[in-house]
């Protein structure tokens, strides 16, 4: 068991289904950012003894290029890299302009400049240091799905979800691992009969019945089902893991304020 005088960190993803448009190249919610802008405030100045690290999905910026320019084996050369990685920090600037026009301290540490990715996209950080030491500084960091370096001078898509589960792994000695919050563009996870499911246990079997409910899209990081398997990891180590609508007003509010917003993911 932690000690529990440890600080808290939290994990808070915002979508690209959920801050763009993934069947539009360059589309951006600002409105949707803003407001979710200004709840993360507010539960940033409640939360005096939690650390956040706040990710962004590629979205409409990077889903439709990667998956133009992935080869059969799943990199990419490295003129594509070039192009994707552009796309990709052009969005995480913009969301964290927004975080910072609401006086939170933000600091981004770009992943592909802090680590490399393994064949199965697994993210190796060449030190934790920079992260810990920032969350500890009072800053919340910010990461988001990129193109790193891989094996053989190719580069392959790491996604912000597998970026959470590897720091959470790494620093869960130095930090309670609290909330873990995807927010997408979907209440939640939907059952075949599409209503949403409440709870999912960490089971396999638990998740046999989950429909597709997400349009079409360029997504390269497998989309809901992958979101499910990643949740399912975290909530081994996290205190709470939660897919919800981040659309929706009060909804990352209420998930700090112990409210059932769409679908917890136990272990």
């Not at 053989?152 to 130095?174: M, P």
Request: with cysteine; hydrophobic share 40%; glycine share 8%.
């Amino acid at each position: 068991m932690m000690p529990s005088n440890l600080p808290k960190l939290n994990f808070i993803k915002l979508g690209g289904s959920c801050i763009t448009d993934k069947s539009r190249p360059g589309s951006f919610k600002s409105t949707v950012i803003k407001r979710i802008a200004q709840e993360l405030a507010a539960i940033y100045k409640s939360n005096t003894n939690s650390c956040f690290i706040v990710g962004n999905g590629a979205g409409g910026f990077g889903h439709f290029l990667a998956h133009k320019s992935r080869q059969d084996d799943g990199t990419y050369v490295a003129k594509d890299m070039v192009a994707i990685q552009v796309a990709v920090r052009q969005l995480n600037a913009r969301v964290t302009e927004f975080l910072a026009r609401e006086g939170l301290p933000i600091l981004t540490i770009h992943p592909s400049s802090s680590g490399l990715a393994n064949k199965t996209g697994k993210f190796m950080p060449f030190s934790l240091i920079p992260f810990a030491d920032a969350l500890k500084s009072g800053v919340l960091v910010s990461v988001y799905g990129d193109i790193l370096l891989s094996d053989n001078g190719r580069y392959r898509i790491c996604s912000t979800e597998q970026i959470f589960i590897d720091l959470a792994v790494g620093l869960k000695s130095k930090f309670q691992i609290g909330r873990v919050i995807l927010l997408s563009d979907v209440d939640g996870v939907y059952d075949k009969n599409k209503r949403i499911i409440k709870t999912i246990a960490s089971e396999p079997s638990s998740v046999e019945h989950v429909t597709h409910n997400q349009k079409q899209t360029y997504d390269v990081t497998g989309g809901m089902q992958q979101k499910i398997k990643s949740a399912q990891m975290m909530a081994k180590i996290a205190e709470q893991v939660w897919i919800a609508d981040g659309r929706k007003k009060g909804t990352l509010a209420g998930l700090f304020e112990s409210k059932h917003e769409g679908t917890l993911v136990k272990p």
